[in-house]
């Protein structure tokens, strides 16, 4: 059964850093690219960042440019997102997800799913 589970969420303050985390069991995603996406009450899911299966093509977000990344380790078949300056309109669910090719930012075609880590940005 695969099962992909995020940790790290929590509340932190506006221009704070939280690294999230994203770990995938019941089979390996190494020739896979991850994406995170994120989802605030009453609004769309949103699509945060991509990285490729070779963690060596990555792609944000333009709200989130130049404060997250997203990393990779094949070997621990985890994928990560480090966010830095974050505001307050970070606050969201945060959800992970595989797609087989890099480039994807429609949700609609990521194949499995974690079941969200929420973040809390305070003002």
């Known amino acids: 059964q695969v099962q992909l589970v995020e940790t790290g969420g929590g509340l932190v303050q506006t221009g704070g850093s939280l690294r999230i985390s994203c770990a995938a069991s019941?089979?390996?995603?190494?020739?896979?690219?991850w994406g995170w996406f994120r989802q605030a009450p009453g609004l769309e899911r949103e699509f945060v960042a991509a990285?490729?299966?070779?963690?060596?093509?990555?792609e944000y977000g333009d709200p989130v440019k130049g404060r997250f990344t997203i990393s990779r380790d094949n070997a621990k078949n985890t994928v990560y997102l480090q966010m830095n300056s974050l505001k307050p309109e970070d606050t969201a669910v945060y959800y992970c997800?595989?797609?087989?090719?890099?480039?994807?930012?429609?949700?609609?075609?990521?194949?499995?799913w974690g079941q969200g880590t929420q973040v809390t940005v305070s003002s």
């Open positions: 997800a595989v797609v087989r090719s890099f480039g994807v930012r429609s949700w609609v075609g990521y194949d499995y």
């Open positions: 019941g089979r390996t995603f190494r020739s896979y690219a």
């Open positions: 990285i490729s299966w070779s963690g060596g093509r990555t």
